[in-house]
């Protein structure tokens, strides 16, 4: 099939102005300057942007979708229902199921599933280790060979130092980075909210910063040894960008992401103890909230996720310090990034690019994350000056469990294509 996108507000790495676009069975054919589109070209549907912003699909590459296992919290279909609604068209997602995605058989499984309906493209992240229990090594190079994009033990650490020594070395074999959710849960384990000013003034337990800069320090080391490529998940203190800016002077192949909600909310922000805001890494402090946007703008922070984390109500609905950690999130990224482009004076364009660009170069993807000739028409048409209210309708996870709920937020996805094919309308909710 053949789309004709004209009058388009194009906003990528390669393309930024105003455009008109031809799709051809999946791919992005032509890209015209609109004074300059031929009257001649032949096409089966045409629509007409009227100025509205053209995005590449976003790319988020830290996402659970609980199935297998815990599907009353979120299934495949329902994650990737909101994802698409949300202008997500890839997902990265992580192994943290029951079972494990520890070998190439589940590894499988998810593609099968991603295919099976038709929705955003998943990208498989195995597990560093069996059963992500830290002990021995999964099967990484089978893994790869079955569509594993990375690896990752997830919320569980590698703690044990031999072991993620070992997993860098398969990175050699494999070209896919080891990331690594950095915590000392000696450090961490009596506590439930960033400790400082407001752990004290609400009276819950804390969790200090080194919690987490200790382990990043770690894997720095073990990535400049061994010369391989780890990823820093949700980065969320002062203490580890200090860590990761000077690495990447001495030219250590390390990255890292932030998360949408450690850009927008701070530890002030639990003063209802809304379990909505429980979180791991924890929410911080109002300075690095601000240090983490100077390091967007300065290109320290790589990418941008989500790390959607879904839950049943009733899971949420307990005393703050017995609620689980997460946030449901696929429904929010992009409009969470209007809001920071506006409140925090960041360009849209570099927001945009790291969720979509950037992960790319991280994760080795190709012909996605930019508005290019040949690339696959992975596209969202976003209307930047329209506003939707959160609340459990509009949000289309099965997890509700998310601190913008009831909250208006800019930018409403009109229609997200998956290589040309139309997969949301904001007229028909789901095609």
Avoid at 7 to 14: D, E, M, P, T, W
Avoid at 121 to 145: D, F, R, W, Y
Avoid at 236 to 263: F, M, P, R, W
Wanted: glycine residues 6%; hydrophobic residues 35%.
């Amino acid at each position: 099939m053949i789309i004709f996108l004209k009058n388009a507000k194009v906003l990528s790495k390669s393309c930024d102005g105003m455009f008109d676009l031809l799709l051809n069975n999946g791919i992005i054919e032509k890209i015209f300057s609109c004074e300059d589109t031929p009257d001649s070209l032949v096409y089966d549907e045409c629509i007409d942007l009227n100025g509205k912003t053209l995005i590449p699909g976003i790319i988020d590459m830290h996402v659970h979708l609980r199935e297998p296992g815990y599907e009353y919290k979120e299934t495949i279909e329902s994650g990737l229902k909101a994802a698409v609604k949300g202008g997500v068209t890839t997902v990265g997602v992580m192994p943290n199921t029951d079972p494990v995605i520890d070998n190439e058989y589940l590894v499988e499984y998810l593609k099968m599933k991603s295919e099976l309906y038709g929705l955003s493209e998943i990208l498989p992240i195995g597990a560093v280790t069996k059963k992500s229990q830290g002990v021995e090594l999964a099967p990484m190079i089978n893994m790869a060979k079955r569509g594993a994009i990375a690896f990752s033990d997830d919320g569980n650490p590698v703690e044990n130092a031999h072991i993620m020594l070992k997993a860098l070395e398969y990175y050699k074999m494999t070209n896919r980075p080891i990331i690594n959710h950095a915590e000392v849960k000696e450090l961490s384990k009596t506590g439930f909210m960033r400790e400082g000013e407001y752990s004290n003034f609400y009276g819950i337990y804390g969790i200090p910063s080194v919690a987490e800069s200790i382990m990043v320090a770690r894997d720095i080391e073990l990535a400049k040894y061994t010369d391989a490529h780890v990823h820093i998940a949700h980065v969320s203190t002062q203490e580890s960008l200090n860590l990761i800016k000077n690495a990447k002077k001495d030219g250590v192949k390390v990255s890292c992401e932030v998360t949408h909600n450690h850009l927008i909310f701070t530890d002030k922000d639990l003063k209802d103890y809304s379990t909505s805001f429980k979180v791991n890494p924890p929410l911080a402090d109002e300075e690095s909230r601000n240090t983490f946007i100077q390091a967007l703008k300065d290109d320290l922070i790589d990418i941008i996720v989500t790390d959607h984390a879904p839950h049943a109500d009733y899971e949420k609905e307990v005393e703050f310090q017995n609620a689980p950690n997460g946030i449901s999130g696929l429904d929010t990224l992009l409009s969470s990034l209007l809001k920071l482009s506006i409140e925090e004076d960041i360009s849209l364009k570099k927001l945009i690019e790291k969720v979509t660009y950037y992960p790319t170069r991280i994760f080795n993807l190709e012909k996605k994350g930019d508005i290019k000739e040949g690339y696959f028409a992975d596209l969202v048409i976003l209307n930047e000056n329209e506003t939707w209210n959160v609340n459990n309708k509009t949000v289309f996870s099965k997890g509700k469990n998310t601190p913008f709920m009831g909250m208006d937020l800019p930018g409403v996805v009109e229609y997200t294509f998956i290589k040309g094919k139309k997969v949301y309308s904001k007229e028909d909710v789901l095609v």
